[in-house]
């Protein structure tokens, strides 16, 4: 009953660094996307995947690369960290029908500092 | 305007009231409706989808007003433990277009 895993849970990060957040789902889903919430707000569309090979920009792409090489797996990559980038990252996972809901991960809590 | 609008809040309620979240869209084409929950700092989790003749899940009910394009969601009996932020969450005909709300912070107290 994996669902969707997030790693890491919590990174520290100097400016200028890069990471990967990972995200792997082990429902079949076609579907992933990227959120990032900062403090107080609502989630906002980093990136997502409509299935293997297929990655698109959400309202917030810059400083974020994406990749989908397998169905289970979307990483999202921080190239040059910056202090704005400092959030909360949710990975999610839905099927391919519109009346299926949107499963999270437990989220990565990231600082820039 | 934003493509899913919720009022925000807060909603601050004494144990046991009875308190009720809108939330309208903007997409006639929306095809299917759900209501979140997120705890603070976690992870949204689903609280009930919303079918088109309204449904319940115990204290919680769920309606859809297809015409009006707003959807509901009534807490009845509140408990401490409801307090948290409530998503309204939209999808579009294609899959995969999922449309978030900003939420509505709900605290419950004694």
């Known amino acids: 009953n994996a669902g969707v895993t997030q790693t890491p849970k919590f990174r520290i990060l100097k400016i200028g660094q890069s990471m990967t957040l990972q995200c792997t789902q082990d429902?079949?889903?076609?579907?992933m996307y990227w959120y990032r919430q900062d403090p107080g707000m609502g989630l906002k569309l980093i990136y997502y995947?409509?299935?293997?090979?297929?990655?698109d920009k959400g309202e917030v792409p810059n400083g974020y690369n994406v990749s989908r090489s397998t169905t289970e797996d979307f990483p999202l990559r921080l190239e040059l960290a910056a202090p704005s980038q400092t959030s909360v990252y949710f990975c999610a996972s839905t099927g391919q029908y519109s009346n299926q809901p949107q499963h999270f991960g437990d989220g990565t809590r990231l600082s820039i500092l | 305007r934003k493509e899913v609008e919720q009022d925000p809040g807060p909603f601050n309620v004494p144990e046991g009231a009875t308190v009720a979240f809108n939330c309208t869209y903007s997409n006639s084409a929306s095809q299917s409706f759900f209501w979140y929950r997120q705890d603070c700092r976690k992870e949204p989790k689903l609280l009930m989808s919303?079918?088109?003749s309204g449904n319940e899940d115990g204290r919680f009910t769920a309606q859809l007003n297809r015409a009006s394009q707003y959807i509901s969601l009534l807490i009845r009996d509140s408990k401490l433990s409801d307090s948290a932020t409530y998503l309204c969450v939209v999808n579009e005909l294609r899959a995969g277009k999922s449309t978030f709300g900003d939420g509505t912070t709900l605290t419950v107290k004694p």
């Open positions: 919303v079918y088109s």
């Open positions: 429902m079949n889903h076609n579907y």
């Open positions: 995947s409509v299935g293997a090979g297929i990655t």
